[in-house]
């Protein structure tokens, strides 16, 4: 599949995600209450939504940034999470928070949970993904807050791409 430019239709607008992600970080400040919070951003697609929704937060947060990749062809997932860098601080009794772009089959957010478990006795660990794509998904994780569900559709900006390009959309779009 080859996406152009111009046959982009939105999927949801910058006004519907700004509005979205401010709720999704009020229900987020609710949870932590001010308790100090590790918020890891899963590079490179998460990066939009994760510093508008850090600006929304009012607890002491440090950002973390990994790299992960499960994309084998431009629009279809391998089937494999390749770790391209995971170096993380000591986790040890913090508050995680995972924050991602979407949650397709589910194999990155269960690859980082189970590998965050493994390697700490965390405090809390929350998983936030921006879209919840639920139709696709091939192990059983959800994320525990997000701002959009998607359906069967391969969709880019805010983030998200399509070979690299559309990250920087301020809307989702999508090809009829
Ligand atoms: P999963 O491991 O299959 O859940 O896939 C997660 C990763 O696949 C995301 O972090 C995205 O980078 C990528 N991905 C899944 N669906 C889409 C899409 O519709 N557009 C762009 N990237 C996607
Ligand atoms: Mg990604």
């Known amino acids: 599949m080859e996406i152009k430019f111009e046959d982009l239709k939105i999927l949801y607008s910058k006004e519907q995600i700004e509005k979205k992600v401010a709720e ?3 229900k987020l400040n609710d949870f932590y209450k001010g308790e100090e919070v590790v918020a890891v951003c899963v590079l490179k697609g998460a990066v939009v939504f994760a510093v508008d929704l850090v600006r929304h937060l009012d607890m002491p947060l440090k950002m973390e940034f990994i790299r992960l990749s499960s994309y084998g062809s431009s629009t279809t997932s391998s089937g494999k999470v390749n770790a391209v860098d995971i170096k993380l601080p000591d986790l040890n009794d913090k508050n995680v928070l995972i924050i991602e772009d979407i949650v397709d089959t589910g194999l990155t957010a269960k ?18 993904s921006f879209l ?3 139709i ?3 192990v059983d ?3 525990d807050y997000y701002c959009f569900d998607v359906d069967d559709k391969f969709v880019v900006g805010y983030g998200l791409d399509y070979d690299g390009y559309y990250r920087n959309l301020p809307y989702i ?3 009829e």
């Open 24 to 26: 999704v970080a009020e």
């Open 111 to 128: 690859f980082l949970i189970d590998f965050i478990n493994m390697n700490f006795h965390v405090k809390s660990l929350k998983f936030c």
């Open 132 to 134: 919840d794509k639920k």
């Open 136 to 138: 696709t998904r091939k």
């Open 141 to 143: 994780v959800e994320p």
């Open 173 to 175: 779009g999508y090809k």
